[in-house]
């Protein structure tokens, strides 16, 4: 676990721009069980991929003319209930933070693993989000 002030603004980049946090099983519940619209999953982390690559390509893809419905972030190694219980939704994947899913009318649709994410830039993850928002979105 690392301390709340070491990550608050990890955190932030993501909440500043429209995420809401998800900190317990039951935010995560509430956010993707929807089964209408389209959900944005963010599993944030620490890592310098996370920092270079992931945060910095999502905040580049919200600027596209089709955005998801609902935006929502888990953070790991922080908020453990969450992560995990977001976890389940993500299944047959492996966890991996950071990393992104879109989900559609309740179904994983998409899913970037950290692999996926690990040597890109954020142009590229930013690109890749926006081609995924408008097949999806």
């Known amino acids: 676990m690392y301390p709340a002030e070491l990550v608050a603004p990890m955190k932030g980049e993501l909440t500043n721009v429209g995420f809401?946090?998800?900190e317990s099983a039951q935010d995560v519940d509430?956010?993707?069980s929807s089964t209408e619209g389209t959900t944005l999953l963010v599993f944030n982390s620490v890592c310098g991929c996370?920092?270079?690559a992931a945060?910095?390509?999502v905040k580049l893809a919200l600027q596209h003319s089709k955005l998801p419905t609902q935006l929502?972030?888990?953070f790991a190694g922080v908020d453990k209930?969450?992560?995990?219980?977001?976890?389940e939704y993500t299944l047959p994947y492996p966890p991996s933070s950071p990393s992104m899913a879109l989900f559609k009318d309740g179904k994983l649709v998409h899913f970037i693993e950290r692999h996926q994410i690990e040597g890109n830039n954020a142009?590229?993850?930013a690109d890749h989000l926006?081609?995924?928002f408008d097949v999806y979105c």
């Open 130 to 132: 926006k081609k995924v």
């Open 55 to 57: 945060r910095p390509g």
């Open 50 to 52: 996370a920092a270079g």
């Open 20 to 22: 809401k946090q998800l």
């Open 30 to 32: 509430a956010a993707l």
């Open 123 to 125: 142009q590229t993850i």
């Open 81 to 87: 209930d969450a992560v995990n219980k977001a976890r």
């Open 72 to 74: 929502v972030t888990a």
